[in-house]
């Protein structure tokens, strides 16, 4: 079936430092990817949409500047948090739809993000 | 918006039957997933249902899906211990967002010995 693959899998860094997560289909393309964020014991907040070839589109009150997405590939998106700060500090998790047409998602594992 | 609620935990003994049940508002959803999250994860895709079908059975897993009601539970028949996880109830509809998916809180699964 469709894997998505997240690296890395957790980062720690020092606040004021900008970190990269890349998120790739290995079985498949996809024109479009979403990124989300998970707060402990609660769902998913979707962050933004990664479009391949064009710009993100970013939900409301995600600040554009902050989470840099970069879908260059068919099967590679990455998302840069610039200048992290400890609030920055979550679970960041991205999806990628696969051609079932069922219009299931298929997650990766995620990455832990801790600035300190 | 659209809301899909489900019930934040769940506690069940080491053998029994787990059944996690989700209500959501658009009747016009044309899918409804369960994923499951164990800690530290991403989200799996256990099984989903088209919205014309009732009941969907895949070894362990049953999903009955009552379109009147707007009412979706996944049972677990035998429940492990490896089950312990995070049960997430979703919904597609064309009004959805940008991932085509509406997404419940999650239910936390307990197992206890």
């Known amino acids: 079936g469709a894997v998505v693959s997240q690296h890395p899998s957790w980062v720690i860094c020092k606040s004021g430092t900008s970190v990269k997560i890349e998120c790739r289909s290995l079985?498949?393309?996809?024109?479009?990817m979403f990124w989300y964020r998970q707060f402990p014991k609660q769902s998913l907040m979707l962050m933004a949409t990664s479009n391949e070839g064009s710009k993100a589109t970013y939900e409301q009150g995600v600040e554009k500047d902050k989470f840099l997405i970069n879908h260059a590939s068919l099967t590679l998106s990455t998302l840069t948090v610039t200048s992290a700060h400890p609030e920055d500090s979550s679970f960041y998790i991205c999806?990628?739809?696969?051609?079932?047409?069922?219009?299931?998602?298929?997650f990766g594992a995620g990455s832990r993000l801790t600035v300190l | 918006g659209e809301d899909v609620e489900q019930s934040l935990f769940l506690s069940v003994r080491e053998g029994d039957s787990s059944v996690i049940n989700c209500t959501y508002t658009?009747?016009?959803?044309?899918?409804l997933y369960w994923y499951k999250q164990e800690p530290g994860a991403g989200l799996q895709l256990l099984t989903y249902?088209?919205?014309?079908?009732d009941m969907k059975q895949d070894q362990r897993l049953t999903v009955l899906l009552n379109k009147k009601d707007k009412h979706l539970s996944l049972r677990i028949a035998d429940t492990q211990t490896g089950d312990s996880a995070i049960y997430f109830c979703a919904e597609s509809y064309s009004g959805g967002g940008a991932d085509g998916l509406t997404f419940g809180k999650g239910t936390h699964l307990i197992i206890q010995p």
């Open positions: 999806s990628a739809r696969d051609h079932s047409g069922a219009n299931v998602l298929t």
């Open positions: 249902i088209f919205s014309n079908m």
């Open positions: 658009d009747s016009s959803s044309t899918y």
């Open positions: 079985d498949f393309q996809a024109t479009t």
